[in-house]
């Protein structure tokens, strides 16, 4: 079942840039979670959400994600509609899951915008092919607003592209150190790449790779699944046992007996047995909500170090110090329209004119259309003198406590 109309004429297959997809998967049921990352780990980089407000943490984090799965029942239609209207989410390809696939299902799904919808046991469609289809139709879309901005010069000026050289290649020298210090502890503390590649969409709607320093562990996935081997949903596990001798733990039960009964949930527990599956499932949720993050990652993103290899990317002319920001691809699709596609004719850049007006004015925030307006306005009016003055603006923001 397709929501979403096949695009028409002939696309040409891009090269896939990441070798699994990555899937933002949001279910309160930790075993369907299981069985789902196991029947596709060998495709599918899976990070496990059972709230809402974890999914859009993480995407506000600019987590990387090719598809987001849902379930109704897990809060996945209130998802799909804060993603539908929220500017700044774009066009994330959303997959709502059900327990049955039904005619009520398949309109539920419509009715919300949601691209497809499958019943959690992923029995009734190839996922894969739709992700697929997915990702063609994002490059389809970058590669028609490329011609579209290919009229305009977005080519950065020699002045510009020579303070860039300069100024970051004399950052990258003497920050040398750092970046071999901090490239060594990353391997010591975790197995995987020492940087972090994520596609941005840049000056002339151009797609290249972001980079920052790896923050998180390669193998969450794994490690969740090891980890819910001991925790209370698991069947096999202690807790679950417990459970089957009518509410009462293993020491009551070999009396029959309960001297500190407890009401919960309109049953009756052993107080024993409630704290210890109580504790189980505190240990379990402390290590779910936050498998990705190394120890050393943390401290990364708290000193905002792992933004370090960006100058990299500058050095490389994918962005210059100063212009709009680049954006993910799926937010990037919703500026193709007239209207918003010249934010893209100026340079990209680390800092730019909506971040240090956002200061100057003291606004709390700014809308999705007052910053394209701005990026648009820096698009047409970058100059030399321009510059200088956002990034004179940029040091006073950068000791504030927003980010910018």
């Known amino acids: 079942m397709e929501l979403t109309s096949a695009i028409e004429g002939t696309v040409v297959e891009p090269k ?23 029947q596709y780990e060998d495709s599918l980089q899976v990070e496990y959400f059972d709230n809402k407000a974890g999914v859009l943490s993480a995407l506000e984090e600019n987590f990387p994600a090719d598809i987001i799965l849902a379930h109704t029942e897990s809060g996945g239609i209130e998802l799909l509609d804060t993603i539908r209207n ?13 327990n049955n696939l039904t005619q009520d299902a398949i309109d539920l799904a419509r009715q919300h915008h ?25 490059w389809y879309v970058a590669s028609k607003a490329s011609e579209k901005i290919s009229a305009e010069n977005t080519r950065t000026p020699f002045w510009k592209r020579a303070i860039d050289v300069v100024t970051t290649g004399t950052a990258v020298i003497l920050l040398l150190p750092v970046f071999l210090l901090v490239a060594l502890l990353i391997r010591l503390d975790s197995k995987g790449p020492v940087f972090y590649k994520s596609k941005r969409v840049g000056s002339g709607y151009k797609i290249f790779d972001l980079y920052k320093f790896r923050t998180m562990r390669t193998d969450a996935d794994q490690l969740i699944r090891k980890m819910a081997a001991l925790s209370m949903y698991n069947k096999n596990t202690e807790p679950a046992q417990q459970i ?12 029959n007996q309960c001297k500190s009964l407890l009401f919960h949930d309109g049953k009756q527990i052993c107080e024993k047995l409630y704290h210890f599956q109580k504790d189980q499932k505190a240990a379990f949720m402390k290590f779910q909500n936050d498998p990705r993050i190394t120890r ?19 050095l490389k002319g994918d962005m210059s ?5 680049p954006l993910p691809l799926y937010e990037a699709e919703k500026m193709t329209t007239d209207d918003k596609i010249l934010r893209f004719a100026g340079p990209a850049g680390l800092t730019g004119l909506w ?5 100057g004015k003291g606004k709390a925030d700014m809308s999705e259309e007052e910053r394209t307006q701005l990026d648009i306005t820096y698009a047409k009016e970058f100059s030399f003198k321009m510059d200088m003055q956002i ?14």
């Open 114 to 138: 949601a691209d497809d919808v499958f019943s959690v046991r992923f029995d009734d469609g190839d996922l894969l092919t739709r992700i697929r289809y997915f990702k063609k139709r994002q």
């Open 16 to 38: 896939p840039y990441v070798a699994q997809f990555r899937v933002v998967y949001l279910n309160k049921d930790l075993e369907q979670y299981l069985r789902f990352s196991k």
């Open 296 to 314: 050393f990652g943390q401290f990364l993103r708290n000193s905002s170090l792992d933004e370090l290899p960006q100058l990299i990317n500058i």
């Open 391 to 404: 990034i004179l603006k940029t040091f006073p923001a950068l000791l504030q406590s927003e980010n910018v």
């Open 86 to 98: 929220s500017p700044g989410f774009g066009n994330i390809p959303f997959v709502l899951m059900v």
């Open 321 to 325: 110090l100063v212009g709009n920001r």
């Open 244 to 255: 089957e001798t009518n509410g009462l733990c293993e020491e009551c039960a070999a009396g």
């Open 355 to 359: 971040q240090v007006t956002k200061r």
